[in-house]
């Protein structure tokens, strides 16, 4: 995903409209392509198998946290995740440029992994924080710069579109043969060794950026588009430090009181996670210069926004809670030989390689048959809803003590994966073309912010299952999911009313 459409200086040796060094593309795309994918490849090789080490006995090398406890952490690190990417866009944009807000994520991404390799419980804490800001610093400024290779090819538009199909290969292909190496390493081996394979991806795209970047990007990326001002430093660098002490000191108070819980931090940031878009849409409604125009396209896109929370809510358990159920409940054997849960995480990219190119290929045979872009959420929300209803019926099975078959959850992976093609690429198309002029950022801000506040709320989620039993919590938010498409569906003609001319 691109945060912001950047100007850029572009002084590559060979001019980008005459390069097609990479297979029709300009050379920068191999480096940013090639850094992406062991970018990818570290991430989720390391999620592929946190929650399994969360859950883990300690007999076995893990924390033996519970069910609810590793959710509600996996939550809010992914919510972290997406959420920083917030001020990783907006440092880049007015401080560092993309070129070294990258460099410094991958630096902090790599130490994070390390960190996790450290066979010590209290690893778990730094580490996953490393990760959380060193990704919120480069995965939006990456994309960024993939799209400044064709800031001057006459031909951008079809080079572009090609380029980001190359890019996003790479992202796939690296979260494809993550989870087989990290999550064999780590269940088989032991946890911190599949931490530290993450690592060793980590490293790997680290020292091609470095090293391939400055020949193969030109300027590319070190402009800094919109340099703040040190009034405007000092501003925000104030805001910062006085909430980071505000938060220390209420923590300060917890702890001395005797009353402090690693929990309290976790809700702590679930609530800045939930109230940050409310922020963002106040101030977006409260500015003066938007028209008429722009502010029903924003009414519409709170739809979309709404859709978006209730389908990442449900999508990104597939790490958490699923990957549980792949351990505890799930026959995988094959020809006798049991594989390890972890790799079942791979069907989510290897979907998306699979189905995108159908996909693509079924909007330009229907045309303007195609559904519209309310039309496309409803359905998308609609699966996602429909992949817990068939989870319900697989936590009833496993609670007679059954262990089901893989197939039938690498169906509901396939499901979420049919349901993320049409809404991902919906929603970034949605967030460019509704945002009023002027801010682009903001909105695309908000559509990063939906996946956090989804993720951040499916952690706390999880603590209904002591409650409802696997079943009838995978039939709970099935359901709600389904509520919501229904009533998106009955919405779709006033939204498209709503969206004054964007179709």
């Known amino acids: 995903m691109e945060v912001a459409s950047r100007p850029m200086a572009t002084q590559l040796r060979v001019p980008p409209a005459e390069d097609h060094r990479f297979v029709g593309q300009p050379v920068g795309l191999a480096t940013l392509f090639t850094t992406e994918l062991w970018e990818r490849f570290s991430y989720y090789g390391m999620r592929a198998i946190l929650v399994l080490y969360l859950v883990a006995p300690a007999e076995d090398g893990g924390l033996g946290m519970s069910t609810t406890e590793a959710v509600a952490i996996y939550g809010v690190y992914s919510a972290m995740v997406w959420l920083l990417a917030v001020p990783g866009g907006w440092l880049s944009d007015r401080l560092w440029g993309p070129r070294k807000t990258v460099l410094f994520g991958a630096f902090v991404i790599a130490a994070g992994h390390y960190v996790l390799a450290v066979p010590t419980a209290w690893a778990i804490w730094p580490g996953l924080a490393c990760v959380a800001i060193g990704t919120g610093l480069l995965k939006p400024n990456i994309s960024a710069m993939v799209g400044g290779l064709y800031d001057d090819d006459p031909d951008e538009g079809e080079r572009r579109d090609a380029g980001f199909s190359i890019y996003y290969m790479g992202i796939n292909i690296g979260g494809f043969i993550a989870p087989f190496v990290c999550g064999y390493l780590g269940q088989e081996v032991g ?41 405007l430093l000092r501003k925000i660098f104030t805001i910062a430090g006085a909430f980071l002490v505000g938060a220390c000191i209420l923590f300060g108070i917890d702890i001395a009181m005797g009353t402090f819980e690693a929990s309290h931090i976790i809700n702590f940031l679930v609530l800045v996670t939930v109230v940050t878009p409310f922020v963002y849409f106040t101030r977006i409604f409260r500015n003066q210069d938007l028209n008429t125009t722009e502010r029903s396209r924003m009414r519409a896109y709170i739809w979309i926004f709404i859709g978006a929370v209730m389908f990442w809510m449900i999508f990104d358990q597939g790490g958490s809670l699923l990957s549980i159920f792949a351990e505890e409940s799930t026959d995988r054997t094959v020809g006798g030989w049991e594989f390890p ?47 817990f209803i068939l989870m319900g019926y697989l936590g009833k099975l496993a609670s007679n003590g059954d262990l089901v078959p893989w197939m039938w959850l690498a169906m509901v992976f396939l499901i979420q994966v049919a349901g993320e093609l049409l809404l991902s690429p919906t929603g970034l198309s ?21 996946t956090a506040v989804g993720d951040a709320i499916g952690g706390q989620l999880a603590k209904l299952l002591p409650i409802l039993g696997e079943a009838g919590y995978f039939a709970l938010l099935g359901s709600a999911a389904i509520v919501l498409s229904i009533i998106l569906a009955t919405q779709v003609k006033r939204i498209r009313t709503l969206m004054v001319g964007v179709h």
């Not at 980590?202 to 990326?221: H, K, N």
């Not at 390689?353 to 519209?372: K, N």
């Open 341 to 387: 849960a972890s790799w079942l995480q791979a069907v989510n990219p290897i979907g998306i390689i699979l189905l995108a190119p159908v996909f693509a290929f079924m909007w330009m045979r229907l045309g303007r048959r195609a559904p519209s872009l309310p039309a496309k959420f409803a359905i998308a929300v609609l699966l996602v809803g429909l992949s």
């Open 430 to 450: 949605a967030s460019t073309q509704l945002a009023p002029r002027g801010m682009e950022s903001q909105v695309l801000a908000l559509w990063f912010l939906a």
């Open 191 to 231: 946890w911190h060794v599949g931490f530290g394979a993450a690592g060793v991806g980590m490293t790997v795209a680290l020292f091609v950026y470095l090293f391939a970047a400055p020949r193969s990007l030109g300027s590319i990326g070190t402009v800094v588009p919109n340099p703040a001002t040190r009034a």
